[in-house]
């Protein structure tokens, strides 16, 4: 990806960060370039994309030819961002019909095999691929995973919850319990925490990572022992955002099966494993465990405050975006280039001279004029992890909340739309 | 990472003796009324009283500023209190019929108060029951070295003193009848309990032994023999000896009393010389305890308890003063609980001539002058009755300028003119504790709309000045006083006493937040209708109008119907104001919601409010508002139903719920007899049933907060700074405000400098929104200078009180909600340092504050911290700006959310909460600033030979009589040999807190947030759908897992 995006710069001496897009509605073409550094959003594209075509009221399907030559979705910011960051030289948008998609096509190369004369593409990577039917990808995001397998004991699993990849609630209830352990000095009962029940559709039981009676030992790297059910409900709500829980599995048949010790062995065969390593002495994590599954990443992750600028002192509506700009330029946080998926700007920052509270005294026109100019600075930080779209989503939730406020009328006014790629002037 | 942290810290030895120089906690004094006392004792000759209350608890008082506090190790009520004359101990009998014996002991120079020796009287073999040995009355003798106990059965037994050896002497009602009662008077019924014991005031050989039956013997204990019997009807209630010793009166249950005559000659006396029921002639309640005095001047002086005429008065607390023509009925509003004179107890002299009467009732002391004509009353320094009304929230404000502190005494002594010339006639013991060096107010905010002014310098917090806020409304109750005026000329002559009113007129008026000036002398009062009062000390009364606005914190937002109580009306026309603090502008809030934040900046002329819909600011110099701002969410459906009647079902069902917990309690805690077979039984039951119960499981949901949350809008703190918001160049006024839903609001404010005040507005631009990710709600908001310390308040550099903060270096804003402390640099609002208490610790933050600890070690060193109390009632101390864990405290009970929610700190480090509706604790987080009570009471005793040199090593009762389980399971440990004469069963495990078992009402649970409801309110909900869930999935057995 570095590589495409290091070439294509000589290429383009006009506009370094642009990015050429062609975009294609049935037998038309459209041509215009978004920033690649800053893409922005995918709804900003998308009704970009609308307006630009002038189908504003039609439900279509985005898509892109990638650099294998698959003709690949583009609904969401992060394959967005993603089709943007990888296009070479230039990024190609199909626009198909929601009722016209032929969804066998997408994710497979099948614009290669059906379209070459449309689609150049290089030769080496026109080869055949199985043909395998997969369900449209409407939004490849992690909701789950099974983590740090290799320092756990086998009779644990640490499971992480990504909250923000999914619309769903997390889902589940937790209760006190009693445990039995086994110490030097025999069988020892000891208070507890259990997962008592799941909601029916929610994250965690779609997830089959965590089950009715699953003992919790863990919430993102505490301990639970000795802490009262109320606390350890408040740390995992406070860690919602990035929940990993470890748990001792009611059901220790389904356990991951080190290598090591069982070759080539079914499923089957790690029931003997997993009761065989059953029961451990509890289990406290040393501080390796912990620093393990690097904290830092996680803290990064998934507190980005967002802060509303306004630019309370110029109330001209062109200095504001050359001010806007120029802040966004020099943000504390400087975009993170594509290739580091991992790490963010610890904030979202958007400047906007919005909805600045009417003064009451004489200065109320005076504030009412400009604020109405508002300009939004989105700066998007190319590659979304889970919290950036929850960050997304509640400048949406403001972005609508504005709009229900009957005295800003936030409606995108037609022709307003500039698309320089950074900057979205609304 | 946190954990690596701590590590590090923890591992330098440095920086460990600087932490020990600055933190130590301590709960220093209990400040206010004991909760629910049970009984009063006084010692003449040291001149101290002591209180028992129902948590077992024993507070001695003496000279202001001298006091021990005391804790039984059972938390039972102490029934009964005794001095044992002039030797510094008291005895206590509990309701578990144990008695115990205590020590004012000398400890480095100060005096505290130990427990020495506890006994229980052992039953007699075979026949009684438990209930005959249950002690009724106790009598030690003046010279103390004699106990006499009178028991439910009838009969006397005799301890010897102080070691608690039962005499084998003991006295039983077999002798009595057959030696002395006329054959008439037996007619085969016992002579039932003994109701009272006195010693003659002459011969310390003779007691009067009084039976409930009515039958009085003047026992004589050197020769084993009746000297007299008085052969009395009426079910008796109480005697008292005429000082003289040739008679004696006995008051009865039919609310009457009797006077008998005492002589030799007849042995026997069936009538008394005088029978009178001074409330009759319809039935009237029992006079529970008579006294008697003599006078120099001639009438005896008769005071006595009870005695009402049932029908009309019998729901009435009354004490009456008789003495010749004068009869005064005192009129309390709360339960006499005992009384007593302070009168002369020199045997040499002829006459009692009482000075002062002393009267315990369940809610406050009152004490009446008897020298001054007309029987006034003397205004407590101690003791203070903090719940008059129920308290609804606390503000404390350290270092008060002496300027302010002056006009604030002169303002209250103007309130309430002394009647009375007598000085506090309880002086025992010597206050040791220095002069405090600087003066602190503690101001309380009440339901009736009252603040009330506390001196809080020192041990005893004395009142100051009461401010009334409903003076400028128009409420349905002002007619009422007239009413009340026209019934006093009727007889008897009621005469009001005491200041405990828990009725209030309005709901409305309740303070809700308060905040002062103290340069300047303005106040800022809030309250539960939207009302924000501003209000300015003014040494002369005044008659004017109040300016009047109304601030809409909706803004026109649509589809919302407030169903909540109006707001108050305010008078019209002129108001007419005593000196002192004096209405002038009062803002409305619209829709009234009670307001939830407040702040005022003298310096601009501006104060800030919140309410659950949104927030406005003041210019009240003016008399113009600047701002106001909806923090409403636009899916809060629930919120735009009128949060009121919201909030109202929430107090209904917390009320519910807290029925449902006080019942629970009140099975499990019910104490079992000791030392009964059956109660084992009981015992077993009791631990079966508590089994029952934990096997409900309780469950919680997991599921982080969302934006749509209701009451997300409600405005949790406010704060005006000079800091640098529109750039990192130009500082200027802002404001800040802080949400429910954990978004933090920036206002630049354009404030016109002091000459243009009046020409030229206020302007507010909205300058930065900050949404906290997490969500949680903000508690506070502070900006700290550039090198890291708070700003100093409005007035404080401009009068060269503080040093000017930094304006060179870069601004931060510290941002604490919920879950965690955040800051931020300014003015890009850029996260610096940040820790997360909730997703470490567990527990929530309710209350934070900024803190300057100055260190014992070295006068000028000091560091500022945050303090911040949590949901689990703990208190952790972080350095700032760096956010590093210092110190973690546990200091109320989790459990006790009113306490949690009523803690205030102080700027100095120290903090206090309430441990009952009417005592404040307070405690020090200081190793510098301590507040506690250090006193000396020269004690003349002999030296006890079985004292127990294991006694010295008991550890004080330095926490007060509200123990904490783990502290107080250790002393209890500790001092297990000491009572070696304690039964084992006796020695239970250290039990809940008082407040427990006392009954938590909502009224008084101060400033108890929506969040504390809705925490509730979520816990139990859920508790009730887990139960509903249960059921529903098919009764698994919730269980053990054995896997």
Excluded at chain 2, 289 to 298: A, D, P
Excluded at chain 2, 563 to 591: E, I, N, T, W, Y
Excluded at chain 2, 749 to 768: C, I, M, N, T, Y
């Amino acid at each position: 990806m570095n590589r495409s995006f290091n070439k294509s710069q000589p290429l383009r001496h006009l506009e370094l960060d642009a990015v050429e897009v062609k975009s294609k509605y049935g037998a038309e073409f459209r041509r215009f370039s978004v920033n690649r550094a800053k893409p922005g959003k995918f709804e900003e594209f998308f009704k970009l994309i609308m307006h630009i075509h002038s189908i504003a009221n039609m439900e279509v399907m985005i898509g892109y030819a990638d650099v294998h030559g698959d003709l690949l979705p583009i609904n969401n910011d992060e394959n967005f961002s993603k089709a943007v960051s990888t296009a070479h030289p230039l990024l190609r948008i199909f626009i198909q019909r929601q009722e016209e998609v032929d969804y066998s096509s997408f994710g497979s190369n099948t614009l290669t095999r059906k379209k070459k004369a449309v689609v150049t593409l290089r030769n080496d990577l026109n080869r055949k691929r199985p043909h395998i039917r997969i369900g449209m990808p409407q939004d490849f995001r992690p909701v789950s995973s099974i983590i740090d397998v290799d320092i756990l004991p086998e009779s644990h699993r640490r499971v992480r919850l990504y909250r923000h990849g999914s619309d769903k609630p997390l889902g589940f209830y937790i209760r006190d319990g009693t445990s039995v352990r086994v110490t030097p000095q025999g069988l020892e009962k000891v208070p507890g925490i259990f997962i008592s029940r799941m909601v029916p559709g929610g994250l965690a039981e779609s997830t089959g990572l965590l089950a009715v009676n699953d003992e919790v030992l863990e919430v993102n790297g505490i301990e639970v022992s000795g802490k009262t059910l109320d606390q350890v409900t408040d740390m995992m709500i406070a860690n919602s955002h990035n929940l990993i829980v470890t748990v001792k599995p009611v059901n220790q048949r389904n356990n991951v099966v080190r290598s090591s010790r069982i070759s080539g062995s079914s499923g089957q065969s790690s029931d003997s494993s997993g009761s065989g390593s059953f029961p451990v002495i509890t289990h406290s994590p040393s501080n390796a465990t912990v620093a393990g599954y690097g904290h830092d990443d996680l803290d990064s992750d998934e507190d980005s405050d967002i802060v509303i600028e306004s630019s309370v002192s110029r109330p001209s509506r062109r200095s504001n975006v050359s001010q806007t700009q120029q802040t966004s330029s020099n943000a504390p946080s400087p975009p993170s280039p594509p290739t580091r998926p991992q790490s963010r700007p610890p904030s979202v920052i958007s400047t906007a001279s919005f909805h600045s509270q009417p003064s009451l005294n004489g200065t109320a026109h005076n504030s009412l004029s400009y604020r109405l100019h508002r300009d939004l600075n989105i700066q998007q930080p190319l590659y979304n992890s889970s919290s950036t779209r929850e960050s997304n989503g509640s400048l949406h939730k403001i972005l609508s909340s504005l709009r229900t406020d009957p005295r800003n009328s936030l409606a995108l006014p037609p022709g307003g739309v500039e698309e320089d790629g950074m900057v979205i002037t609304l | 990472m946190m954990k690596f942290r701590f590590r590090r810290q923890g591992n330098d030895p440095q920086r460990e003796k600087i932490k020990q120089d600055l933190f130590a906690f301590n709960k220093t004094v209990e400040h206010g009324f004991p909760n629910q006392p049970s009984a009063l004792a006084y010692d003449p000759k040291l001149q101290l009283m002591a209180i028992g209350t129902k948590s077992g608890a024993i507070k001695v008082y003496g000279a202001p500023g001298v006091e021990f506090t005391g804790l039984h190790r059972e938390t039972a009520t102490v029934t009964q209190l005794y001095f044992l004359h002039g030797q510094g101990r008291i005895l206590s009998l509990l309701d578990d019929n144990t008695l115990h014996l205590w020590e004012i002991g000398q400890k480095e120079h100060c005096s505290q108060l130990e427990e020495v020796r506890g006994f229980t009287l052992p039953g007699r073999p075979g026949i009684e029951s438990t209930n005959a040995t249950r002690v009724t009355v106790l009598l030690p003798k003046l010279s103390c070295d004699l106990l006499v106990v009178g028991t439910e059965g009838g009969g006397v037994h005799f301890l010897e003193l102080p070691s608690f050896t039962l005499q084998n002497k003991s006295l039983f009602q077999d002798e009595i009848m057959q030696s002395s009662v006329p054959e008439e008077y037996k007619c085969g019924k016992s002579l039932g309990p003994v109701e009272s014991l006195q010693e003659h005031p002459q011969l310390p050989d003779k007691i009067l032994i009084g039976y409930s039956r009515g039958l009085v013997v003047l026992w004589d204990l050197q020769n084993r023999h009746a000297d007299n019997v008085f052969l009395g009807k009426q079910q008796l209630e109480s005697l008292v000896w005429v000082r003289t010793a040739d008679s004696f009166v006995s008051s009865h249950s039919d609310g009457g009393y009797m006077v008998w005559s005492v002589s030799s000659s007849t042995p026997c006396t069936h009538e008394p010389v005088t029978a009178t029921i001074p409330y009759g002639p319809f039935p009237c309640k029992a006079v529970n305890k008579i006294l008697w005095r003599t006078t120099e001047s001639g009438a005896p002086l008769v005071l006595f308890s009870g005695g009402m005429p049932r029908a009309s008065y019998g729901d009435r607390h009354c004490l009456t003063i008789l003495q010749d023509s004068q009869h005064v009925t005192l009129d309390f509003t709360s339960r006499v609980i005992d009384f007593f004179t302070i009168h002369c107890t020199d045997r040499d002299k002829e006459y009692d001539d009482p000075s002062a009467l002393v009267v315990l009732l369940e809610e406050e002391l009152v004490v009446i002058d008897l020298q001054t004509a007309g029987w006034p009353t003397i205004p407590a320094p101690y003791l203070a009755p903090l719940h008059s009304s129920a308290i609804t929230c606390s503000y404390h404000i350290s270092n008060v300028p002496v300027k302010l502190w002056e006009r604030v005494v002169s303002a209250g002594l103007q309130q309430c003119p002394l009647q009375t010339h007598t000085n506090w006639p309880i002086r025992g013991g010597k206050n040791l504790a220095p002069d405090p060096k600087q003066h602190e107010l503690l101001l309380t905010g009440h339901e009736d709309g009252t603040v009330r002014f506390w001196d809080a310098s020192g041990v005893s917090l004395r009142p100051l000045y009461r401010l009334s806020t409903a003076n400028i409304f128009q409420t349905e109750c002002d007619h009422n006083d007239s009413l009340t005026q026209a019934g006093e000329e009727e007889w008897p002559p009621f005469r009001k006493v005491g200041c405990f009113d828990p009725y209030s007129d309005d709901p409305r008026l309740g303070i809700q937040k308060i905040c002062l000036c103290k340069y300047s002398g303005k106040l800022v009062v809030a309250g539960t209708a939207g009302q924000v009062v501003v209000l300015y000390l003014c040494d002369d009364k005044s008659d004017h109008m109040i300016d009047v606005a109304t601030v809409d914190l909706l803004q026109d937002r649509e589809g919302f119907t407030w169903k909540g109580h109006d707001r108050l009306p305010p008078k019209s026309g002129s108001v007419l104001f005593a000196p002192g603090f004096q209405a002038v502008v009062l803002v409305q809030c619209m829709p009234p919601a009670a307001v939830t934040a407040v702040t005022l900046h003298a310096e601009w002329n501006l104060i800030a409010f919140g309410t659950s819909h949104g927030f406005g600011l003041f210019d009240y110099h003016r008399r113009s508002p600047v701002l106001a701002r909806c923090t409403l969410h636009p899916n809060d459906s629930l919120a735009m139903e009128g949060p009121l009647s919201r909030v109202k079902s929430l107090k209904k069902s917390l009320r519910q719920s807290f029925r449902r917990i006080r019942k629970s309690r009140v099975s499990g805690k019910k104490r079992v007899l000791v030392s009964s077979p059956s109660s084992k039984v009981q015992e077993a039951n009791a631990q079966l049933a508590e089994q029952d119960a934990e096997v409900t499981p309780v469950q919680r949901r997991i599921e982080p907060r969302s934006a749509d949350d209701s009451l997300s809008g409600v405005v949790r703190c406010l704060c005006f700074a000079d800091t640098f918001l529109r750039d990192g160049t130009h500082h200027g006024p802002t404001m800040w405000a802080g949400t429910n839903s954990g978004c933090v609001y920036a206002y630049a404010l354009d404030v016109p400098s002091q000459e243009k005040f009046s020409e030229q507005g206020v302007e507010a631009l909205l300058g930065k929104e900050i949404q906290l990710m997490h969500r949680a709600p903000v508690v506070s908001i502070a900006v700290l200078d550039g090198r890291g310390n708070p700003l100093p308040e409005p007035y404080e550099v401009s009068r060269d009180l503080a040093k000017a903060p930094d304006m060179q270096g870069s601004h931060s804003v510290l941002i604490a909600s919920e879950e965690q402390f955040k800051v931020f640099m300014l003015p890009k609002v850029s996260a610096k340092t940040k820790f997360k208490l909730t997703a470490h610790e567990g527990c929530r933050v309710r209350k934070v504050a900024l803190v300057n600890f100055s260190s014992v070690a070295s006068e000028d060193y000091s560091e500022n911290g945050l303090v911040c109390l949590t949901n689990l009632g703990d208190i952790h101390i972080f350095s700032i700006p760096a956010l590093r864990p210092q110190m973690r405290y546990d200091c109320i009970r989790k459990e006790d959310i009113s306490g949690i929610a009523s803690c205030v700190f102080t700027k100095t480090g120290q903090g206090f909460y309430l441990i009952s509706p009417s005592e404040y604790e307070r405690f020090s987080l200081s190793a510098r600033v301590i507040t506690e009570p250090l006193c000396q009471v020269e004690v003349d005793r002999p030296h006890d030979p079985s004292e127990l040199s294991i006694c010295t090593t008991l550890p004080p009762q330095a926490n007060g009589t509200h123990k904490t389980p783990s502290g107080e399971n250790k002393s209890a440990g500790d001092a297990e040999g000491v009572f070696d004469e304690m039964q084992s069963p006796l020695s239970s495990p250290a039990l809940d807190s008082p407040n427990s078992s006392a009954d938590i009402t909502l009224d008084t649970t101060g400033e108890l947030t929506m969040e504390d409801v809705k925490d509730f309110l979520v816990t139990v909900d859920e508790a009730e759908n887990n139960l509903r869930n249960m059921t529903e999935e098919d009764g698994r057995p919730p269980g053990i897992l054995i896997n």
